[in-house]
């Protein structure tokens, strides 16, 4: 089992900035990747972004990339998305998953085997 809890959401101005944390525990060590997603009120779970639990390479969707980052501390078993000009189309709740396997592609939601309780985004225009 693997234990995910998110943090770092909030209401935030168009243009402004937030930095949502996942915190993982448990069988880390089985883990092969760590991906972002993100439900919007009425729309599907979207993949935002992943990142290889070595922490040697990223994934991002094409319309976030170079606003959005991914890190990871490997100290602290804790994933960053580091969210920059923000926008209100951005404002939606926001999980973490841990992937065991890599069996397929980082943005197939089926993939994931664990998620996190989500953390809420909002967007002010």
């Known amino acids: 089992q693997v234990q995910l809890v998110e943090s770092g959401g909030g209401l935030v101005q168009a243009g402004g900035s937030l930095r949502l944390s996942c915190a993982a525990s448990g069988r880390t060590f089985s883990a092969f990747r760590l991906g972002w997603f993100r439900q919007a009120p009425g729309k599907e779970r979207e993949f935002v972004a992943a990142?290889?639990?070595?922490?040697?390479?990223?994934s991002y969707v094409d319309s976030m990339k170079g606003r959005f980052t991914i890190s990871k501390d490997n100290a602290k078993n804790t994933v960053y998305l580091q969210m920059n000009s923000l926008k209100p189309e951005d404002t939606a709740v926001y999980y973490c998953?841990?992937?065991?396997?890599?069996?397929?592609?980082?943005?197939?939601?089926?993939?994931?085997?664990?998620w996190g309780q989500g953390t809420q985004v909002t967007v002010s225009s």
């Open positions: 990142i290889a639990w070595s922490g040697g390479w990223t």
């Open positions: 998953a841990v992937d065991q396997s890599g069996r397929l592609r980082p943005m197939v939601l089926s993939s994931y085997d664990y």
